[in-house]
T-cell receptor, first 109, second 112 residues
Framework: AQRVTQPEKLLSVFKGAPVELKCNYS??????LFWYVQYSRQRLQLLLR??SRESIKGFTADLNKGETSFHLKKPFAQEEDSAMYYC???????????FGEGTQLTVNP | KAGVTQTPRYLIKTRGQQVTLSCSPI?????VSWYQQTPGQGLQFLFE???????NKGNFPGRFSGRQFSNSRSEMNVSTLELGDSALYLC???????????FGAGTRLSVL
């Protein structure tokens, strides 16, 4: 069965510091990986999709199949990045998403 | 384009009652998925519908059921409510089953 692990429930950094949110997964097939973000009082929204290989709001994430990881990185954190971040895995067929437990990121001024 | 709309936003029920939650997907989207979000279990997949057919079901008891209508709107029903069913229920829609999912704001259910 597929599983997504985000080892840090809470992560606090200062503005301008680099930030890395960790995500590890287990899945026997070829998964599709996502990062979703939930800002305070807003709905869950897609941040990144691994197949698009783009940078959104300065965030990037690389799928490492050898380490089964999909860590989210940003070189210079901003206060507006404070939010809950979820890593999610989608199976090859269907829409089902398996989410990690989430990491609450706080960027301090 | 309007986003995914879930109604009602809040519900309070008592144990043993049943409840129906509604989800209107983004116009043109045919796939609807439901998730339960709780502080203890996080986000868990309930079921997925595409063209009125349930395509996938999560590990939830039979008290949880759903359906999708010809206009792609979906409902989920929980019968014989238990205290542990208190959660935020999220609906997500996508054009097809391989496309990006867009989430609604959710329905917060409290079971007393």
């Amino acid at each position: 069965a597929q599983r997504v692990t985000q080892p840090e429930k809470l992560l606090s950094v200062f503005k301008g510091a680099p930030v890395e949110l960790k995500c590890n997964y287990s899945y026997s097939g070829s998964p599709e990986l996502f990062w979703y973000v939930q800002y305070s009082r807003q709905r869950l929204q897609l941040l990144l999709r691994h197949i698009s290989r783009e940078s959104i709001k300065g965030f990037t994430a690389d799928l490492n199949k050898g380490e089964t990881s999909f860590h989210l990185k940003k070189p210079f954190a901003q206060e507006e990045d404070s939010a809950m971040y979820y890593c999610a895995l989608k199976e090859t067929s269907g829409s089902r998403l398996t989410f990690g437990e989430g990491t609450q990121l706080t960027v301090n001024p | 384009k309007a986003g995914v709309t879930q109604t009602p936003r809040y519900l309070i029920k008592t144990r043993g009652q049943q409840v129906t939650l509604s989800c209107s997907p983004i116009s043109g989207h045919r796939s609807v998925s439901w998730y339960q979000q709780t502080p203890g279990q996080g986000l868990q997949f309930l079921f997925e519908y595409f063209s009125e057919t349930q395509r996938n079901k999560g590990n939830f008891p039979g008290r949880f059921s759903g359906r999708q209508f010809s206009n792609s709107r979906s409902e989920m029903n929980v019968s014989t409510l238990e205290l542990g069913d208190s959660a935020l229920y999220l609906c997500a829609s996508s054009f097809g089953t391989i496309d990006i999912q867009y989430f609604g704001a959710g329905t917060r259910l409290s079971v007393l």
